[in-house]
């Protein structure tokens, strides 16, 4: 099992690449908004393990993982509906992804 400092390296090397692919290349994102993303991105990571914890404290482990799974197939499913253009649905998307997933 991976300790802390390995997960956290996983983190930003899987978001940075995720999101420069994605973010140039299907919604044409410049260089300079990824970076921005990143740091939203780090911020709702941030809010969203507390809330996530307590989740997972009041209603079981494994409703919580069904909670999950459920968010993570429905971060995939909207970002295929994702445009050119399209950064409020790519946002959503990828920040219900990193937030529940990592």
Do not use: H
Not at 23 to 36: A, Q, R
Not at 55 to 81: E, H, P, V, W
């Amino acid at each position: 099992m991976a300790n802390r400092k390995q997960r956290n390296i996983f983190f930003i090397l899987n978001a940075t690449t995720c999101l420069t692919n994605s973010g140039t290349e299907l919604i044409g994102l410049s260089t300079k908004d990824i970076s921005l993303l990143m740091a939203l991105f780090a911020i709702f990571n941030g809010i969203g393990r507390p809330i996530f914890g307590w989740i997972t404290d009041k209603f079981s482990t494994q409703n919580a993982m069904y909670l999950s799974y459920g968010l993570i197939i429905s971060s995939a499913i909207l970002i295929l509906f994702a445009n050119e253009g399209d950064v409020l649905l790519y946002l959503i998307s990828l920040n219900i992804f990193f937030d529940i997933l990592v």
